[in-house]
């Protein structure tokens, strides 16, 4: 199979991130049997109680090698805009692949199955390790079990397998990307009509919060140790999301929460930030809870794995992104980049697609990168 019959396999799953991504995972563990890969699936059921699967494969004796990882979960398609066909029926026009998770990254997915495909039946001098999780997109639900769980990816790390981040890069070379971390303040009240006094209005407790939210917002924005001018945008991204969920202007707010998400680079301790808003959170008897945490990723521009990725892409300088992977679980590898076909700017559009060239040379490079440091090996990781 080529990676766009691949892909289009994988498009026609439903896996949106709110439902069970099960069943494109049983496709996806299926394929790498086949395809020679011993196997090893991980479920958990999320918050909701939806049962999430990730599966890990490796083909070939031994440690190093090259381990390569995506994801199956897809963000929603409630808004897509193309009206011949739907957003999980993949369709060729022109010289693109449409659907929801094209780009974002069942094309990926596609193309490195197909790659592994290219040499089945060639003997490896070191391993071949494929990941696909589960939640990418609403947490890094599948890689936090994964990097927790599996006894393949324990393999990987201790023998320093060449880790690649499949996410959409135009096949451009990322040495390092920043880091999440969010978390959650909430007030509770009573609602009332506004008229009496019986409620208590929970955006009062709140605000001094705010103010103070306010307050680092400022300072990280302004001060240069909480900045990095290797990437774009430098700063940490503080952003802050406040509701109070009531349906009329005339009752008492019964809850108020606020919301902050930033991302922390390379040699940051942002520790000292969440707890200034902890503290806060307390002093002004709110509830607070973290709700992610992911490291960034950075791996130097200059060392083995980036100079042998630059190589094989036929690419001349590496670069840094301001978005988060799987990889901010996997802190673990000692070398990662990321690393995929398509266009990041398409990822999560109302009319998803992919370039059918991007599907060739993605294949292409991955099995270029198969040849060097699996079938070939070096008998040494960086």
Not at 14 to 25: E, G, K, L
Not at 100 to 107: E, Y
Not at 273 to 286: F, K, T, Y
Request: one cysteine or more; glycine letters at 10%.
């Amino acid at each position: 199979m080529e990676a766009l019959d691949y892909a289009r396999d994988l498009i026609s799953f439903d896996s949106i991130s709110p439902v069970s991504n099960c069943a494109v995972t049983d496709y996806v563990e299926e394929k790498l049997k086949r395809l020679g890969f011993e196997t090893e699936r991980l479920e958990f059921n999320d918050a909701a109680g939806v049962r999430k699967a990730s599966v890990v494969g490796k083909r070939g004796e031994g440690s190093g090698g090259m381990a390569w990882f995506g994801h199956t979960d897809v963000v929603p398609a409630d808004s897509w805009s193309i009206q011949e066909h739907g957003a999980f029926q993949p369709t060729v026009k022109g010289t693109r692949l449409y659907g929801r998770g094209s780009t974002d990254m069942k094309g990926p997915v596609g193309c490195m199955l197909a790659a592994a495909e290219l040499w089945t039946n060639t003997r490896h001098a070191e391993p071949l390790y494929i990941t696909c999780t589960a939640d990418e997109e609403v947490g890094f639900g599948g890689a936090r079990q994964v990097a927790a769980e599996s006894q393949l990816f324990r393999e990987m790390a201790e023998g320093n397998s060449r880790g690649i981040i499949g996410e959409p890069t135009s096949l451009e070379v990322v040495h390092a990307h920043k880091g999440v971390t969010g978390f959650i303040a909430t007030a509770r009240g009573r609602a009332a009509h506004s008229s009496t006094d019986k409620g208590l209005n929970a955006n009062l407790a709140m605000i001094p919060f705010l103010v103070e939210m306010k307050r680092i917002h400022d300072e990280v924005n302004a001060n240069t140790a909480w900045q990095n001018a290797e990437f774009s945008p430098p700063s940490l991204s503080w952003n802050i999301g406040i509701n109070d969920h009531t349906r009329a202007v005339n009752i008492t707010a019964p809850q108020s929460v606020c919301t902050v998400y930033f991302r922390p680079m390379p040699g940051m301790d942002t520790g000292p930030l969440v707890e200034r808003a902890r503290s806060a959170a307390e002093m002004n008897g709110l509830e607070f809870r973290v709700t992610v945490s992911g490291s960034p990723v950075y791996t130097p521009a200059n060392s083995p794995l980036i100079r042998d990725a630059l190589a094989l892409a036929e690419r001349g300088t590496s670069s840094t992104v301001a978005y988060a992977t799987d990889g901010a679980m996997f802190g673990a590898m000692k070398q990662l980049c990321v690393l995929g076909p398509g266009d990041i700017a398409q990822a999560h559009t109302n009319d998803e697609w992919i370039e059918l060239d991007q599907l060739r040379l993605g294949t292409g490079l991955y099995a270029r990168m198969i040849e060097k440091w699996c079938i070939q090996g070096t008998g040494a990781h960086g």
